[in-house]
C-alpha cells in the first residue's frame, strides 16, 4: 500500500473511532477503503453514513463513483441522482460521476450532455491542475 494510502486510512478509521455517530468521517472512510479493493468493508462505513444522515448529499455521490467502478452502473446513477435532489447546486464532482456511471451504462448521449456541462468542465480543469502539482 502507498504510505500516504496508508496514512490517509490510518487517520479515516481513527477518526470514526473517536466519533463513530459522524456520518462524514464514515464516508471518508468508505471511499478509502473502497479505493484500497476492501469493498465490503466500504460498503459498510456508507451505510452507517446513510443510516446516520441519509441527506448527507456527498456521501451518496461519493458512493456513487465506487459503485460505477464496482460494475454497478445503473445503481451508481440512481445514487448520484439522488445526491442531486439533496443537493441541487453541487459541485462539478456530482456531474462528473453521473457522467461517468452515464458512460458505463453505456447511455453515451446523457453522458456526453453531462460532461459537457459548464460544471463538470470545471471539474475537469481541476482534476488536471492537481494532475500537475503531483
Not at 455517530?21 to 472512510?29: S, Y
Not at 456508507?46 to 451518496?60: E, I, M, R, T, V
Not at 446513477?77 to 439522488?82: F, G
Not at 460544471?119 to 482534476?127: F, K, L, Q, S, Y
Amino acid at each position: 500500500m502507498n504510505p500516504n494510502r496508508a496514512r490517509a486510512l490510518a487517520e479515516a478509521q481513527q477518526a470514526v473511532e473517536l466519533d463513530p455517530n459522524d456520518a462524514g468521517k464514515r464516508w471518508v472512510l468508505g471511499v478509502i477503503l473502497g479505493h484500497e479493493g476492501r469493498l465490503m468493508e466500504s460498503d459498510a462505513e456508507f451505510d452507517a453514513a446513510h443510516k446516520l444522515d441519509p441527506n448527507h448529499a456527498d456521501a451518496w455521490a461519493m458512493q456513487a463513483e465506487l459503485t460505477t467502478e464496482k460494475g454497478r452502473p445503473a445503481e451508481a446513477i440512481e445514487q448520484v441522482w439522488k445526491a442531486l435532489r439533496l443537493n441541487p447546486h453541487p459541485q462539478g464532482r456530482y456531474h462528473w460521476m453521473l457522467g461517468q456511471a452515464q458512460y458505463a451504462f453505456r447511455d453515451y448521449e446523457c453522458a456526453v450532455q453531462t460532461l459537457r456541462r459548464p460544471e463538470t468542465i470545471a471539474r475537469r480543469h481541476d482534476v488536471l491542475a492537481l494532475s500537475w502539482q503531483v
